[in-house]
């Protein structure tokens, strides 16, 4: 982490182009851009003037770079510019750029002698010399030119240009409606890589008077961000994390609390001002105009020295934590322009006698930031910021006390840098069907000719994450005749499902679109009187045709599966690999998953989340991770930077932001649906990588186990589909009728009913909650009772739910019932390829994912 000061700076809009360019009045150079200084000052203002603009001062690396900085600035009559290099000591080893990216042992052009952190550790470049060029240490607070440097860029139609990318400023709103805003502009909510980008952000803010910006991150540990746009995490400014939720903001001041250009976790609900970002050479979406540009304010200089011990690092009393006997003397530095935290963990002194004087520089010649002497222990939160990038702790023993045990600190800058290493991967690239599935006009199909009602039939096929065949063209409608026509066989179950007597009321179960897209339906059909069900006819004049039946009725059917293609994985779904791991904590999961060249599960259709349930047939967890993480109970941000597209997310908020998947359904909880979590429990997870990255871990694949047999339950069906709302007649006034009310949804998913409010008659106005589509099904409850605004929640086995309120009271009293329904998936035990040497343990002493 890092504390950092920024110059109140505007940036200049630029021109759409394709060209490199430079923005700010800087010059390309070298194909760098540089911009001259020529009024004189110190090294740490010169820094803080470049920073303000998202840059640093020039530092060469090459000596194409050292040559080409001479003869830039070398018609101006100048000697010597400061450079961005630091020394702490004397060998070209402890020299260090400005960008943190490596030391001077990289390339240096020290004059001989140098460098010599005695003479100072602030490096100038002296132009005039034989030769010219040569870098010499002399006092940071000197007064010298300087020359910034920023990244080059790409010319486009926006109102920020930094570093190829174009930003833009918005108004107050949530982190899940900004994200929709910021897609809107092509973009998303801003990721932050490097120091400069950080303080790029907060500069295009500077007159403004707000305290915090909203970023795209959210953070599921002190050291772990996941990013809106899905890029990688390779730099933080977190600096305090879960204190009220999980996504991002960041400071624009700084104060007792927080710091300028820091970030915290903030509640994803929260209205705050954002940014959005996309890369050069994407359109505006929204054609907002350009700002007026306005040129950089005077800059008032403080004093600034420098240290010789680089943060991170902890500092203590001599002897602690015994009794301390004699006083002590620290100085302590950071990179470039950042700044020193230092943070007391435990202070126990005597009185004045014995005071700890902080200042800000490297000597006791620099200001005072206090003297202090305490007797708090280890309830002390003190913490001192220093103006610059030193820090001098100066501990006076003058006591003679050797009772007091003394003090005990933490000093560090706010950055953080995480080096992530990607591999190259290749397989083969032929397409294939999974399970002994058949690869038949481009789709994979597999007849089960032992008859089973469509119910049963549906979960099979679900159970291997597939669906009952679906034929949307009359390719794939004749192609499944030819396939199964040699079995003997004169029908099979097919994947529609009818709610009405019209095309548009008949869908597909893989819940894409009705049968308007396409059908073959005989003459006289759909006809959901005769059944909601759909059949292919093989035999006779109708072979090929489509005709509704009793879903209860038993005939062969045929599954269908996406294709894939070959790769070396233990199990193989639509182009990807999955994985299964032990517990760990979402943070732990994702760079364990990023390991073997993956990330944490993203789920983007119902078919994928039966298959990763199906994974887990075996094993008797109540819960997995995924990799999502919910702002809103509308949007989620996926680990690898995919598109929301599918949700099956059931209840938000719960303590936290990361996603479970349920794997039992209890009265709590529906199998495969989500719930929200927090994001340092312990979770068994998945891993899920594309086809043609090899699996980094290499474990060998494990034999495949057939699907187990499953029990045929009672489905029936419905005609009002989920999601929706039933109330009481009158409601939310008293009642004085019943109703009936039939509820269902696609395919082998469930309805889920939960009751938010409930106030009737006891005993005499019963809300019947039959399983099936009238009163001949199954009654799961006659709900009879007055518990207000209290929940209350079934679930249906097949894919329909009757609910009668039967009214016989005659009482106008009650304000009767309130309630939401919607779907649920269902799943099977699947057909499973046990995990090698990452499947998950038996040892059920471990904690569970259960809360």
Known sequence: MKLIIYLFLFVAACNAANNTIC?????????????????????????????????????????????????????????????????????????????????????????????????????????????????????????????????????????????????????????????????????????????????????????????????????????????????????????????????????????????????????CSTLAHFVCKRPIGVPDCSGTPPPATVAPPPITPP????????????????????????????????????????????????????????????????????????????????????????????????????????????????????????????????????????????????????????????RTCTGYGGTLFMAKTAIDNRAVGNYVNSFGIDRIWMGVFCIGNAKSQCYFDDQVGSTVIYDNFAPGFPNAGTGRCVYYALSGSTSGLWINGDCMESFPYVCELPTTHSDYCDYNFNDHCYFLNDELSFSGAQLQCQSLCSNLVSIHSAEENRYITSLYSQYSYDFIRIGGIASSNDFVVWADGSVMDYSNLETFGTGGNCLKMALKSTDYHSRGSWYTDDCSTLGHFVCKRPIGVPDCSGTPPPPTVPPPTMAPPTCTSGVY???????????PYVYRSGCAYTLTTYGSNKIRLTFNYVNTYPNYDPIDIYDGDSTDAPLIYSLNRQFGSNYWTCTSTGNSMFVNFRYTSGTTSYYGFNATFYSNEKRVKAPRVRQGTKSAPVDEKRRQFTS
């Open 303 to 458: 004093t600034c020295t420098t240290g010789v011990h680089v943060a991170p690092g902890v500092i203590s009393s001599p002897n602690y934590p015994n009794a301390f006997r004699s006083g002590c003397t620290y100085t302590l530095t950071t990179y470039g322009s950042n700044k020193i935290r230092l943070t007391f963990n435990y202070v126990y002194t005597y009185s004045n006698a014995a005071p700890i004087d902080i200042y800000d520089g490297d000597s006791t010649d620099a200001p005072l930031i206090t003297s202090l002497y305490a007797t708090c222990g280890s309830s002390c939160t003190d913490y001192f910021t220093s103006t610059g990038n030193t820090m001098y702790v100066n501990f006076r023993y003058s006591s003679n006390s050797q009772n007091s045990i003394g003090f005990n600190a933490t000093f560090y800058s706010f950055l953080i840098y995480l080096f992530l290493f990607i591999t190259a991967c290749y397989a083969s690239n032929n397409t294939i069907c999974t399970n002994g599935f058949d690869l038949i006009n481009n789709k994979c199909w597999k007849l089960f000719q032992t008859p089973a009602n469509h119910t049963i039939a549906e």
């Open 721 to 731: 589909v989920a999601p929706g709302v039933i109330s009481s007649p009158n409601y």
């Open 23 to 267: 923005t700010n009045g800087f010059s390309l150079i070298n194909n760098k851009c540089w911009k001259l200084f020529q009024e004189p000052a110190n090294h740490t203002m010169a820094e803080r003037t470049c920073t303000g603009y998202g840059g640093t001062l020039f530092m060469a690396k090459t000596a194409i770079d050292n040559r080409a900085v001479g003869n830039y600035v070398s018609s101006f009559g100048i000697d010597h510019i400061w450079m961005g290099v630091f020394c702490i000591g004397n060998v070209k080893s402890q020299c260090y750029f400005d960008n943190q990216v490596g030391s001077t042992a990289i390339y240096d052009n020290f004059a001989p002698g140098f460098p010599n952190a005695g003479t100072g550790r602030c490096v100038y470049y002296a132009v005039p010399g034989s030769p010219s060029g040569q870098w010499i240490n002399g006092d940071c607070m000197e007064q010298l030119p300087y020359v910034c440097e920023l990244p080059t860029t790409h010319s486009d139609i926006c109102d920020y240009n930094f570093n190829d990318h174009c930003y833009f400023r918005f108004n107050e709103l949530p982190f899940s409606t900004a994200q929709l805003q910021c897609q809107q502009l092509c973009g998303n909510l801003v990721s932050i890589h490097s120091a400069e980008e950080n303080r790029y952000i907060t500069s295009i803010y500077s007159q403004y008077s707000y305290d915090f910006i909203r970023i795209g991150g959210i953070a599921t540990s002190n050291d772990f961000v996941v990013w809106a746009d899905g890029s990688v995490m390779d730099y933080s400014n977190l600096e305090t994390f879960g204190t009220g939720g999980n996504c991002l903001k960041m400071s624009l001041k700084t104060t007792y609390t927080h710091s300028r250009g820091a970030w915290y976790t903030d509640d």
